[in-house]
């Protein structure tokens, strides 16, 4: 069964503190992966797609990276304004929805 | 360069009435998925349509849930005799192809009281 965790479910981090966070997944045949942010109250906004082990992407202070089982989204010297949950999603099935980790939900102090 | 829109953004439902979501994709986008998350939960699929077609509603309740997306117009989620357990928010996305990254609404949060 497809299917896709992240972890930690929630981060704190001092502005600045820089971190990871971890999604592994489980789909048979990868098409994608992909990184989403959600703000409160909002619906997911697009941040990445990694297509391949090895790739990486970066916008600003985030960087996403992926490996075979697994992918990372690197938050460099974090600002309050990177405060939200960060959703990790493959496509599942043979017709591309998207399968969801519970996402991390990442709160920065200033 | 109008993104997705969903509307009405708050909906308020006594139990047993209908509740009718709307979703206009992003310009140009024929793939449309409906979503629901569940305060404390992950987005969970319901529904992939095409235009006048659906492909995928295996996420989808069988009863009293239908989904539609016309020629022309906006993608519908129709709920019949809504239930306090239908409270969600509901979120549409589009996509320019099967497989390429979806754009989300800022969703409907419906309420059954």
């Known amino acids: 069964e497809d299917q896709v965790t992240q972890s930690p479910e929630a981060l704190r981090l001092q502005e600045g503190e820089s971190s990871s966070l971890n999604c592994s997944y489980t789909?048979?045949?990868?098409?994608?992966l992909f990184w989403y942010r959600q703000d409160p109250g909002k619906g997911p906004e697009f941040l990445f797609t990694l297509y391949s082990a090895g790739e990486e992407k970066e916008k600003e202070r985030l960087k996403a990276t992926l490996t075979k089982k697994e992918s990372f989204l690197h938050i460099t010297a974090p600002k309050p304004e990177d405060s939200a949950t960060y959703l990790c999603?493959?496509?599942?099935?043979?017709?591309?929805?998207?399968?969801f980790g519970k996402g991390t939900k990442l709160s920065v102090k200033p | 360069n109008a993104g997705v829109m969903q509307n009405p953004r708050h909906l308020v439902r006594r139990r047993g009435q209908e509740a009718r979501l709307r979703c206009s994709p992003v310009k140009g986008h024929s793939h449309v998925y409906w979503y629901r998350q569940l305060p404390e939960e992950g987005l969970k699929f319901m529904v992939y349509?095409?235009?006048?077609?659906?492909?995928?509603e295996s996420g989808m309740p069988k009863e009293r849930f239908s989904a539609e997306f016309p020629k022309e117009g906006p993608s519908i989620l129709r709920i019949q005799q809504v239930v306090r357990g239908d409270s969600a928010a509901y979120f549409c996305a589009s996509s320019s192809g099967i497989w390429a990254e979806a754009f989300f609404g800022q969703g409907t949060r419906l309420t059954v009281v």
């Open positions: 999603a493959v496509p599942g099935g043979s017709q591309g929805n998207l399968i």
């Open positions: 789909v048979s045949g990868l098409r994608g």
């Open positions: 349509l095409q235009k006048e077609n659906i492909i995928d």
